[in-house]
């Protein structure tokens, strides 16, 4: 298995941006991928953004153009640079790996949006 963990996370006022940062345990070179979800209590954890090994991302449409995924795997880190924040997107902030032994998750960091 493997650790993560989430930092970066705080209170931003809208319009703001923030950057989080999740470090792993072991080397992430072979994990399928990466990714960022975010959960509101009573509901569902839901994906923001995900790269592949292979370097290929997915994001979630609200935050298409105004976040990013920057994968670094010398430093077995993934960020999440987010941009424009909305008070909407108040939530905890959640790290994924997934390997071949299946789906690890961090502790979550939470992020608050002022309006």
């Known amino acids: 298995q493997v650790q993560l963990v989430e930092s970066g996370g705080g209170l931003v006022q809208a319009g703001g941006s923030l950057r989080l940062s999740c470090a792993a345990s072991?080397?992430?070179?072979?994990?399928?991928?990466m990714g960022w979800y975010r959960q509101v209590p009573g509901k569902q954890r839901d994906l923001v953004a995900a790269?592949?090994?292979?370097?290929?991302?997915d994001y979630a449409d609200s935050v298409k153009g105004r976040f990013t995924i920057p994968r670094d795997n010398a430093k077995n880190t993934v960020a999440l640079q987010m941009n424009s924040l909305k008070p909407e997107e108040t939530a905890v902030y959640y790290c994924?790996?997934?390997?071949?032994?299946?789906?690890?998750w961090g502790q979550g960091t939470q992020v608050t949006v002022s309006s």
């Open positions: 994924n790996a997934r390997t071949f032994r299946g789906p690890n």
């Open positions: 072991r080397s992430i070179f072979s994990f399928y991928a």
């Open positions: 790269i592949t090994s292979g370097g290929s991302t």
